[in-house]
């Protein structure tokens, strides 16, 4: 039998040239993180202490951390249980409500920016870190909805009846038949929101009050006078960050999660 | 006994699921629930489940109401069509849920368990997830999953149609034997009509919404009711005409068939329904029967029936050839044959007489709408 043809060479080194100009950036932020010039080059972690002593640094990362995890949590939750009411109801309008509510995934992220921005206007809202978190609940809702539904679908939904039958109340079959099953898909999508909270800049820009600014805010700032060797071992320690929480929401989808009573 | 009384269910704009259902079910019963699909019998079982509120009707238990209370305080249990085991837990936890609801104390709840799974032949592989079982396994971790809470009606629905052939007969002989020793009533739905006769003490055949018969396997065989019963329980082969009185139909060739089982009103559409077993075949041999140009002459007296048909397929089965000859356009007889009658040598394509008794024939009028 004849092999599958391989890709030609020539296949591979377009593949391989693309991705190294992709990443050459990044390789060369890394490098500079980690490099200063006397007479010569030499290895040196100084910009690293640079970043971790500069208390205003610290607390942007710190507010970053508040924000990302309190929308990240809320949205997960109102999330998690909107994708269980949606499974479960009858209601005829349950398609129109799904795709409004994956709307904000199309709707241009300036045009979702300014809307906030011009919501709060009209309410009166004093822009501080409390309206950046609820724009980031906003937008991060649709992406816990959607991980959480994906996994709903594919499952049984006839579980929920064999647990009422045999005695099981609402609140029980919540709690030891349902919850266990799509954890994982919510512990997934608390990671993505926490990530997409994380990195964000356009929204969090338009909706943070002063003195509300958080780390990709504060970088935007920084780099304004400047690009110095302190902003890329900054920029190194929140990719190495956000790798490592991609790294563990692959490890969840595979994750087994046992429910106990 | 259960009693279903004027149990009727609308869904939505989709009118009459079920019209008017009245059934009662005798304590330790295999009672089985047969029909095509959509004829509402999986609505009924959801019914008296609980998982469906009929829209009008009322459902007793031993004199006590029990539509009105919630699946979850109903002494009956179910097996799912598709096992709906929780694929989260273990088959131990799988049995145990009930039980743990029931806040059942751990030392019986455990002994309990053992003896449901020691009863379905699985207890050594309590530890395992249900995603690792086989078909039948999870079938049966369902049953005892549905049995350790010791229901007073146990409700099958269609548990054995997502079984191959094999390990459904066995199930079947299992489920039969399971329900003797136990002596739980089990309410079983099923559109497999052999597996309802081989099963059931009692079937209630329902067609679109409506119950059309209730009866023991043998009546439902030998005595159906109804054209729809005679259509659907057992193969039986039929052919149409138009009834000339109440036990009598003429074919479009002009020939008159007798039955004596049935009744049908004159004038209307009607078909005549034979068991394959009950036809017998002879070979029209040219030149030594003479015959009359409007087939054969047919005596009005006791006289068997006789139509002249055309081989149109064979094919062994084992015991028996099974036989299909075309009566006329759109008519088919079937007719079974021992291997040893077949030593005379039909093959297709050829012409035989086939005779069966006015006692043997079944007559009904066809339901309008149906050509």
Known sequence: MKARPRAPFWAFGILFGVLFVLYLPVIVMVVSSVLTRTDHWVLTLQWYRLVVHDRELIDALIRSLEVGFASSFISTLVGGFAAIALVKSKFRFVKPVEALSFLSLVVPELVFALSLLSWFFVLRVQLSLITVILAHITFSLCFVLMTVNGRLAALDMTIEDAARDLGATEWRILRTVTLPLIMTSMLAGFLLAFLLSFDDFLITFFTCGVGSDTLPIRLYAAMKSGLTPQLSALATLMLAFTVALIFLLKRARGLKIFGQM | ?371
């Not at chain 2, 089990?186 to 055949?205: C, K, N, P, W, Y």
């Not at chain 2, 000339?244 to 559409?269: A, F, K, W």
């Not at chain 2, 087939?295 to 089965?317: I, S, W």
């Open chain 2, 1 to 371: 006994m259960l009693r279903v009384v004027n149990i009727s269910k609308n869904f939505g704009n989709q009118t009459n699921a079920l019209k008017s259902v009245s059934l009662n079910v005798n304590s330790g019963e295999f009672f089985s629930l047969l029909g095509p699909s959509g004829c509402g019998k999986t609505t009924l079982l959801r019914i008296i489940a609980g998982f469906e509120t009929a829209s009008t009707g009322e459902l007793y238990w031993n004199d006590q109401r029990v539509d009105v209370i919630r699946p979850q305080s109903r002494p009956f249990n179910m097996v799912f069509q598709r096992y709906a085991l929780f694929p989260h837990l273990t088959v131990f936890e799988n049995v145990a849920f009930g039980l743990r609801v029931k806040r059942v104390d751990t030392r019986s709840m455990k002994d309990r368990v053992e003896n449901a799974l020691n009863l379905v032949g699985l207890w050594s592989q309590r530890d395992r997830l249900p995603e690792t079982l086989s078909g039948g396994q999870a079938q049966r971790i369902a049953l005892a999953r549905a049995i350790v809470n010791e229901p007073k009606i146990l409700l099958l629905d269609e548990p054995l149609s997502a079984l191959d052939q094999k390990m459904r007969e066995y199930m079947q002989t299992e489920l039969r034997e399971l329900q003797q020793r136990l002596g739980i009533t089990f309410i079983f739905v099923t559109h497999d009509q052999e597996e309802a006769l081989a099963l059931s003490d009692r079937i209630g055949v329902m067609n679109d919404g409506n119950l059309e018969q209730v009866a023991t396997p043998e009546e439902l065989y030998e005595r159906p009711n109804t054209h729809f019963v005679a259509h659907f329980v057992g193969s039986m082969g039929s052919i149409r005409g138009s009834a000339v009185d109440h036990q009598s139909l003429q074919l479009p060739n002009g020939q008159v068939i007798r039955g004596n089982l049935g009744r049908v009103e004159p004038g209307l559409t009607a078909e005549a329904f034979i068991r394959p077993e009950k036809v017998r075949l002879s070979k029209i041999v040219v030149g030594a029967t003479k015959l009359s140009g409007d087939g054969l002459r047919f005596d009005r007296g006791e006289g068997v029936n006789k139509v002249r048909g055309k081989v149109l397929n064979m094919a062994f089965k084992g015991l028996h050839y099974e036989l299909h000859l075309g009566i006329g356009p759109d008519q088919r007889l079937r007719a079974l044959v021992p291997p040893e009658k077949m030593k005379f040598g039909i093959s297709i394509g050829e012409s035989v007489t086939a005779q069966f008794s006015p006692t043997d024939t079944f007559i009904f009028n066809c339901p309008s709408g149906m050509a």
